[in-house]
């Protein structure tokens, strides 16, 4: 089992910051990428920044600039600094890893984990 426990989302006004967590654990062998996807009312759910095991990053065009996500390797723990946030930056928020598990370890079979993922209000 992989188990990924998400915190910090809230309400923030505009122009404010948040920064979520994500920690992983369970039967991990090894993580080959950790990220954020978010999911507004009425929409679907999008990349919003990714990180791979060498540090490559990625981001969604909306977010370049005012999101920083970063890892913790040792602690299988993502983070997502979010600046400068924008109404339209309201959104479910949910991590992700794409790991393999310890019983995948010989043929290095790697799946999609999700998060339960946490609330971003970005309102005055």
């Known amino acids: 089992q992989v188990q990924l426990v998400e915190s910090g989302g809230g309400l923030v006004q505009p122009g404010g910051s948040l920064r979520l967590s994500c920690a992983a654990s369970?039967?991990?062998?090894?993580?080959?990428?950790m990220g954020w996807y978010r999911q507004a009312p009425g929409k679907q759910r999008e990349l919003v920044a990714v990180?791979?095991?060498?540090?490559?990053?990625n981001y969604a065009d909306s977010v370049k600039g005012r999101f920083t996500i970063a890892r913790v390797s040792a602690r299988n723990t993502v983070y997502l600094q979010m600046n400068s946030l924008k109404p339209e930056d309201t959104a479910v928020y949910y991590c992700?890893?794409?790991?393999?598990?310890?019983?995948?370890?010989?043929?290095?079979?790697?799946?999609?984990?999700w998060g339960q993922g946490t609330q971003v209000t970005v309102s005055s």
């Open positions: 992700n890893i794409n790991a393999v598990r310890r019983s995948d370890w010989y043929n290095r079979n790697a799946g999609n984990y």
């Open positions: 369970g039967s991990i062998f090894s993580i080959n990428a």
């Open positions: 990180i791979t095991s060498d540090g490559t990053t």
